[in-house]
């Protein structure tokens, strides 16, 4: 993997040189596991022409499992850990004869840039802006790997929980044991914060799972994600409990499931981001519910779980191949719940076989 950082490093340099500078200051956590092969707390990447320096708030743990710097990398140290790294990486550029310094404004807090200019008062300090998100964009097959792999992680997951009792339990015990089964099978822990809405509270984007206990007849929406070496995915899922669904849950499932279907299929190379949105919101608006849509419909996963490219109605850009997305449609109807499907996604042309689909748990309408 050495080579690999070391040409993810490679291109930054390539696009800060163009801009005028000739070093770049990395402190997103994400940017900096993806240039360094691991983020510790607090660690920043200096990136100049005699050697690429990784500058540690403190010594890694050396703890099996747990991801380590690029072998290529230089390290420092602070001697003290309540030090800035950031200032740390600036005051090193500087004397090593960098004049000017290209850091991550959207990351650094006012006062941690105005910490790096004073310390380095020669240095011309430059906005490298998103220049490492959009070299993390496209996934290379090893990425797309680990991502497979947390996928698997969260659909045995779930479907194990399927197989469970579920009346009777609280949201917030189904959601610590979906998160409590992603480790047993070997996540390095939940992509985020799980969320599980039952009955008025299903369907709703980003609900915190609560006390209210499940009931006969409730939807139930689950929506969960591993991650696996730093690489996150995510799927959600509506099922109803108890007996058979009513008929308002029949066609507000069939509505979203059409929706999310139409997204998928639009995923295609070249296609227009908000094309991949209007597919599946026109399904909905179409049958009438304008009303309850979240304002995007998915977005790209990868060391965060939530990256670009966005799916909404202003969305700019087009689709690339080798980009994993989600396609989440749904409809949350206020007082009486709603349903939601998320899947995890790899952007493929039709020559590789179309959208390859790495979250493969069921989306019947199951009774539980």
């Not at 510790?40 to 747990?66: N, S, Y």
């Not at 996540?187 to 915190?208: E, I, K, L, N």
Request: hydrophobic share 40%; net charge negative.
């Amino acid at each position: 993997m050495a080579e690999v950082y070391a040409a993810r490093r490679d291109r930054l340099r390539e696009r800060t040189a163009a801009g005028g500078t000739a070093a770049a200051l990395v402190s997103r956590p994400a940017n900096v596991r993806y240039l360094a092969g691991a983020a510790p707390p607090g660690a920043v990447l200096l990136l100049k022409d005699d050697g690429d320096l990784l500058v540690l708030a403190e010594a890694p743990d050396a703890r099996p499992g747990d991801p380590q710097p690029d072998d290529g990398l230089l390290t420092q140290v602070l001697p003290d850990p309540r030090g800035d790294t950031a200032v740390t990486a600036a005051t090193l550029a500087a004397a090593h004869g960098a004049d000017a310094l290209a850091v991550e404004e959207h990351h650094l807090t006012v006062a941690r840039h105005r910490a790096v200019a004073t310390a380095a008062p020669g240095l011309r300090l430059a906005d490298v802006g998103g220049v490492v998100e959009q070299l993390r964009l496209v996934k290379d097959e090893d990425e797309i790997a680990c991502l497979r792999i947390a996928a698997e992680i969260a659909d045995q997951a779930l479907g194990e929980l399927l197989e469970s009792i579920l009346v009777g339990r609280t949201e917030r015990h189904l959601a610590l044991e979906l998160e409590r089964r992603l480790v047993d099978h070997g996540a390095d822990g939940p992509a985020f914060a799980t969320s599980v809405g039952t009955g008025p509270d299903a369907g709703r984007v980003g609900h915190r799972p609560t006390d209210r206990r499940v009931e006969e007849g409730d939807f139930l929406s689950v929506c969960l994600g591993a991650a696996y070496r730093g690489y996150r995915c995510e799927i959600g899922r509506t099922f109803v409990i108890g007996t058979s669904p009513a008929d308002w849950q029949i066609e507000l499932y069939d509505a979203v499931f059409a929706a999310q279907r139409a997204g998928r299929e639009a995923l295609t190379p070249g296609v227009a981001c908000r094309d991949v949105d209007r597919a599946a919101r026109h399904v909905l608006e179409s049958a009438g519910h304008q009303e309850g849509v979240p304002p995007r419909t998915g977005h790209g996963v990868g060391l965060e779980n939530d990256e670009d490219p966005q799916f909404a109605p202003s969305a700019m850009g087009k689709l690339d191949a080798c980009v994993p997305v989600t396609v989440e449609p749904g409809v949350h109807l206020p007082g009486r719940g709603g349903v939601r499907i998320d899947d995890t996604l790899v952007v493929r042309s039709d020559a590789d076989g179309g959208p390859e689909l790495l979250t493969i748990t069921t989306k019947e309408l199951l009774a539980l």
